[in-house]
Nanobody, 121 residues
Framework: QVQLVESGGGLVQRGGSLRLSCAAS????????MAWYRQAPGKQRELVAA???????NYAESMKGRFTISRDSAKNTMYLQMSSLEPEDTAVYYC???????????????WGQGTQVTVSS
């Protein structure tokens, strides 16, 4: 069973930066799309950014210019560099990947456990 393990969350002041990481727990046959989502208290989960196997990226409008998504295919790891953080960015950030493990015959949607990001004012 593939697991996505997030790290890098924490407490940061307004205007600060954080880098989140998401690593797959085992060797992967192929990854189609990886993405970061976030969910603030009392709000629905929303897409932050996504990156395809070819490196194409997509960002939510409010994250453009402040967040950068990237991936290291050799390490099956995805990153989210966040800068100019605001209190409104406070949320649990989730890693998502649509991938196929070596034991599977099709792509499966996986989620990480989430990592808390808190931005103080």
């Amino acid at each position: 069973q593939v697991q996505l393990v997030e790290s890098g969350g924490g407490l940061v002041q307004r205007g600060g930066s954080l880098r989140l990481s998401c690593a797959a727990s085992e060797s992967i046959f192929s990854i189609n799309v990886m993405a970061w989502y976030r969910q603030a208290p009392g709000k629905q989960r929303e897409l932050v950014a996504a990156i395809t196997s070819g490196g194409a990226t997509n960002y939510a409008e409010s994250m453009k210019g402040r967040f950068t998504i990237s991936r290291d295919s050799a390490k099956n790891t995805m990153y989210l560099q966040m800068s100019s953080l605001e209190p409104e960015d406070t949320a649990v950030y989730y890693c998502n990947a649509f991938l196929r493990s070596w034991l599977a015959t099709s792509l499966v949607d996986y989620w990480g456990q989430g990592t808390q990001v808190t931005v103080s004012s």
